[in-house]
C-alpha cells in the first residue's frame, strides 16, 4: 500500500487548509486512513481517522474544527481543517492501518501564522 500525501502550507490563525491522502496498491487490507501530526518538540499524536464504515475519531483538540472524509471508492481521504490556531502548526502525517502493520504516507507541513 502506498499513501500519497497533498496539502498544507501556511495560513493565518483562522483559516482553513484541507490535506489530501491518497492510497494505491493492495488497498483491501487496510481498515481506514488518518491524520497524526508531530509539532517541534512534541510527541506525535492522532488527530483523526476515519474507518471503513465511515466511522469517524477525532482527538478532543481538533473536534469541531477538523472534519475528516472519504472517497466512496475509499481511495483518497481529506482532512478539512477550519479555524486554525498557532498549536495546530506541525507536520501531517497520513496513515492506514492493517492487520499487522500501519502504512504511512510522507509528511506535510501546516503552519499556521499568529
Known amino acids: 500500500v502506498q499513501l500519497q500525501a497533498s496539502g498544507g502550507g501556511t495560513v493565518q490563525t483562522g483559516g482553513s487548509l484541507r490535506l489530501s491522502c491518497t492510497s494505491s496498491g493492495s488497498t483491501g487490507s487496510i481498515n481506514g486512513i488518518g491524520w497524526y501530526r508531530q509539532a517541534p518538540g512534541k510527541e506525535r499524536e492522532r488527530v483523526a481517522f476515519i474507518d471503513n464504515m465511515g466511522g469517524r475519531l477525532y482527538a478532543d483538540a481538533v473536534k469541531g474544527r477538523f472534519t475528516i472524509s472519504r472517497l466512496a471508492d475509499k481511495t483518497t481521504a481529506f482532512l478539512q481543517m477550519i479555524s486554525l490556531r498557532p498549536e495546530d502548526t506541525a507536520v501531517y502525517y497520513c496513515?492506514?492501518?492493517?492487520?499487522?502493520?500501519?502504512?504511512w504516507g510522507q509528511g506535510t507541513q501546516v503552519t499556521v501564522s499568529s
Open positions: 496513515y492506514a492501518p492493517a492487520p499487522g502493520k500501519i502504512y
